[in-house]
């Protein structure tokens, strides 16, 4: 049985948050905004935040984009060859007054592939009693380039949050929360998904209080059922529906956020499609995005995604983002509306036909 952890114990210990290229430098940036006393000694690699942490758990919640939490056992492997004195000792505190102390009991730990590990998984089962069981772990020792860490399981993504359903091509959830932030929406927008599939992102933008309305379409029936189910527990009124992003079922200037992964041509779709749908989905996107709007649209076909926006009248791309997920580097293109197309806009409600 897996153990629950306390989310409002105050513990105090040295942590490591696992993110993504690309998606690292926002979390660094909210984990400066909780800053001291709660968090100290901030710092980051190419795909994690690490920080001194004295404070209840849940004052992690709000810092989503990332998967694994874990404790540091060890920064230098020089001091692993020497054994594991030290680590050791880091899990003893962890124990006593830490993360892993916040367990509901003690926790069964696996032990993954590393120099060293036969004498070190019996110094940890001698030393705290605790269970050796590789199939249903609460701690998980692991090396991560040089760090020594213990992921704590009941502080994963999966289990801070609620359950998501799935199709093949749903996007990895910190991947979405980067994609939300990006758009910044507001608490009274309409914040629309033309290629939702699972609908993942806009559970996203309601699970951090923001959308009075959400609108989800694609052009699976399939994809739309596992959308419902994850928007079940919504309380934000929503709206799926089956349509094809090359025609969408919108008037013209109604939606405040555009957020989307599209079909990137490689596991959904194909760049010949892509080079057809792109363009239209564009010209579709310029006219129901308010004249304030934003879009956050993420893709792989980027050489395609970037001609497309060129030749689309009305919208350019104010900012880019590389991301790292899953073997690929998509991009996260912030598009808005041209100066000259606000002025339009504006000009087009003077005159009353707004
Ligand atoms: C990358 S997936 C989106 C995954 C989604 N963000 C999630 O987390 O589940 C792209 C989606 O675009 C849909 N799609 C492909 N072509 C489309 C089109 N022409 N119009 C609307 N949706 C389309 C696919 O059915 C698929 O669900």
Redesign the pocket.
Known sequence: MLREIGIDSHVRDRMHLQSLPGVVDRLLQHCHDIGAPTLTNIRRTSDSVLFDFDGRLEQLLPLRMFSTLSVVLDESEHARIDGFGDALAELEQSTKGGAISALSGPPAYRVDRIEGRGPFIESVSRKFGWKNDPKAWDVNIVEHGRFLLAEVGAMHRSRRYAKLH??P???NPVV?SLLVQLAKPEADDTVY?????????LTEVAAIGRGARLLG????LK?LE??RLNLKAVDTPHLLAQ????ALPLPAHSIDRII?????GK???SHQ?NSH?YPQ?LAELARVLRSKGRAVLLTEDKRLFQQAVQETSGVRVIKEVQVTSGGLHPTAYIIEHTQKSRRMDRRRKRLGRG
Do not use: W
């Open positions: 799935r199709i091509a749903s996007v979405g998904d033309p290629f939702c599939g699972s609908g993942t992102l379409t694609d052009i699976s994809a596992v959308a349509a094809r992003a090359e989307s992964n599209m079909p990137f596991r959904v779709g499609v749908l989905f």
